[in-house]
């Protein structure tokens, strides 16, 4: 086994890798870019090395500087986590030139799988059912080469156009009709190079009704190649996994033979060595008939379901196989316990869509079977550079309705203030029937959120309540000699309610007034309710209100109060602050919901535009995100132009709605 072992990653895997390099004994050694530098993973690594100078977001794509931290440092192997570097090939034979063993498989079977289109091929020569579509390996495939294979038939509609080179729902394009292809290729181009480096596409017809099934795989460097079962991922936005789990609700003991047996003989003749993933669609409304959709060569972030059931440490195996051990288990000694259950925990808004800044308040919840892996801790800066993911919450439990309800209360226990999180929209989900039922297809997400949109949180009363609760024993703690300053909520003649106007940050409508006394609280024209409120450490409120007590999360963010409770998060400001608002609050302006890259501007000043046209395309958090039009008008004025950087509010285009066609 090594001594020292280099990960060439940042955030939770980056975490989850050193984690059991120390359990091991190994000399962990981190990389960080420099607005990582105080990051978790770079406290938990035994040393740590800042690479660079290039770009934040680029900076853990420096190969050569990756190998030259792993050499100074003394480093054995490179372990590159997912993401980033762990699917490139040349990575792998720049290790393996500077005499470093990379922890994954060699650079031949990663070319093959990371291939679609060859990946493909190999499936069909292997017998495994293939997705009909087009592709060409190496190159990839011409705009008109996918749009004459769109045109030849109808069954070709809708397709999907992915990227050819890499994976996690990055370059993904789903299309409908034919007039909406030329701009899904253009997007999944864009976004593929962004992400990968390679704009490389390809096409398939897109089964629309599916289950996402997936075959965790372990091969040795010595030809044997065993499966650890199936994990159900169905449960996913923009083809991106939001709940996995194992094994699937809908996969039977014949079934996951079947599968399992398809994607060993993949594997095999793709001449694959460490842990990986086979990807595959299933009907959804016939779990027998399924087709290969990718075989990923790279540990998934979903592992640690698989890991619970089958009592496995992947990254140890990793290790080992990396260390040319032979396989220690036989098919026949693996045998699945009890069910898992992740929810990935994500920064974005009630809007869905990715969040960046400061983490004020965190906390981890706790209990028989829950595991967290985390990236991030209070303090924690959530930058636009990198993907959203901050933590994954996992249950595992002898069933599969224990294990939901574990991992609800999980969620519940969880705090992240500071930038909104999807909690409260994963208990959502949990709670769905269907989900409950294990009734899954890879639509349902979106099937969910277009019929019920989870509600902003705003002026809530018992929230309104905590926040100003907190604001007053901030108050009353700032410890000063005089005795006047300590009587919050006194008059001459006897007690008198403090008075707190508390808004929405960044303004707007919504500001409530909450009555504050010794013993009583009263939100609005609510009635009073009794009180006792005290602080339980540095971010938390035990508030006992009407007799009931609950132990909010609770920090303060500048002139924003934040609190947390069950999932949720609320943040208010003093009116004073809260009536803040943009020079064109009064129209229709649009700004940007998140930091990011200006990579296409549709507008321009004096043109009409109705409601829903997109304006101007960001680049955020490894995806694109189309800013659309809120009302119909006239563009007054265009702020941007392709190539700026945003911050997060700026203002992109202002729109007179009086000027409307």
């Not at 060859?118 to 190159?139: D, H, L, M, N, Y």
């Not at 602080?535 to 006992?544: K, N, Y």
Request: aromatic share 4%.
């Amino acid at each position: 086994m090594f001594e020292s072992v280099l990960v060439a990653n940042r955030g939770e895997i980056a975490v989850r890798v050193i984690s059991t390099l120390r359990r091991l004994g190994i000399r962990a050694i981190a990389v960080c870019s420099q607005a990582d530098a105080g990051a978790p993973h770079v406290r938990l690594a035994d040393v740590a090395i800042t690479i660079g100078p290039a770009p934040a977001a680029q900076s853990y794509l420096c190969a050569d500087a990756i190998v030259d931290a792993a050499l100074a440092s003394g480093a054995q192997a490179v372990h590159p986590g997912y993401g980033f570097l762990s699917e490139r090939a040349d990575f792998a034979r720049l290790c393996a030139g500077a005499g470093l063993v990379f922890v994954g498989p060699p650079p031949e079977a990663i070319e093959l799988v990371g291939d679609k289109a060859r990946a493909k091929q190999v499936a069909e020569e292997a017998g495994v059912p293939t997705v009909p579509g087009i592709g060409r390996s190496g190159s990839g495939l011409r705009d008109e080469e996918i749009t004459a294979w769109a045109r030849e038939s109808s069954d070709h509609l809708p397709l999907i156009v992915k990227a050819a080179a890499g994976g996690g729902g990055r370059g993904m394009r789903v299309v409908g009709a034919l007039d909406k292809l030329p701009a899904a290729l253009a997007a999944a181009r864009r976004e593929a190079l962004a992400a990968f480096g390679d704009d490389a596409l390809l096409a398939e017809h897109y089964i629309e009704r599916a289950r996402h099934v997936e075959v965790q795989l372990l091969a040795d460097a010595h030809g044997a190649v065993v499966h650890l079962g199936e994990r159900e991922c169905s449960l996913q936005r923009r083809h991106q996994k939001l709940v996995e789990e194992c094994p699937s609700p809908a996969i039977g003991c014949e079934q996951r033979a079947r599968m399992g047996a398809a994607a060993v003989a993949l594997a095999t003749a793709a001449g694959y060595a460490g842990a990986g993933t086979c990807e595959f669609l299933v009907d959804a409304a016939d779990p027998h008939a399924f087709w290969f959709l990718e075989l990923n060569a790279r540990l998934q972030v979903e592992h640690p379901v698989t890991e619970l059931v089958y009592g496995m440490d992947l990254v140890e195996a990793q290790l080992r196989v990396a260390a040319a051990e032979p396989l220690w288990l036989t098919q026949e000694q693996l045998a699945p316990s009890g069910h898992a259950i992740e929810a990935r925990i994500c920064a974005e808004g009630a809007d869905l869509l990715p969040r960046s800044g400061r983490i004020v308040a965190y906390r981890e919840p706790a209990g028989p079977g829950i595991r967290v892996d985390s990236g991030v801790r209070a303090g924690s800066e959530v930058s636009s550079h990198y993907d959203s993911l901050l933590a994954k919450v996992i249950a595992h439990a002898p069933t599969r309705e224990l294990a939901l309800d574990r991992l609800d209360g999980a969620l519940a226990g969880l705090a992240i203030l500071g930038p909104p999180v999807n909690t409260a929209f994963l208990r959502d989900l949990l709670a769905d029937p269907r989900v409950r039922a294990g009734q899954l297809d890879t639509g349902l997400v979106q099937e969910l959120t277009e019929a019920t949109r989870l509600p902003a949180p705003g002026s809530d009363d018992d929230a309104a309540a905590a926040a100003a609760l907190a604001r007053t024993l901030e108050l009353r703690s700032r410890g000063s000699d005089d005795p006047w300053d300590r009587l919050l909520g006194w008059r001459v003649d006897g007690p008198a309610p403090l008075r707190w106007r508390l808004g929405q940050p960044g303004g707007g409508d919504g500001a409530v007034e909450v009555l504050v006394t010794a013993t009583g609280v009263r939100v609005g024209d609510g009635p009073w309710r009794t009180v006792h409120a005290e602080r339980r450490g540095p971010d938390a409120l035990a508030l006992t209100l009407d007799g009931t007590q609950r132990l909010w999360a609770w920090a303060q963010d500048g002139d924003v109060t934040r609190v947390g409770l069950d999932g949720r998060a609320w943040g208010f400001c003093e009116e004073i602050a809260a009536a803040r608002h943009d020079e064109h609050a009064g129209g229709a302006s649009l700004a940007a919901p998140m930091p990011g890259n200006v990579l296409l501007v549709h507008a321009r000043a004096g043109q009409r535009v109705g409601a829903g046209d997109v304006l101007v395309v960001l680049e955020s958090m490894k995806m694109e995100l189309q800013v659309v039009a809120p009302a119909a008008g006239t563009v007054e004025r265009v702020a941007v132009v392709p190539g700026d950087r945003v911050a997060g509010g700026q203002v992109l285009v202002a729109i007179d709605p009086g000027r409307s066609a």
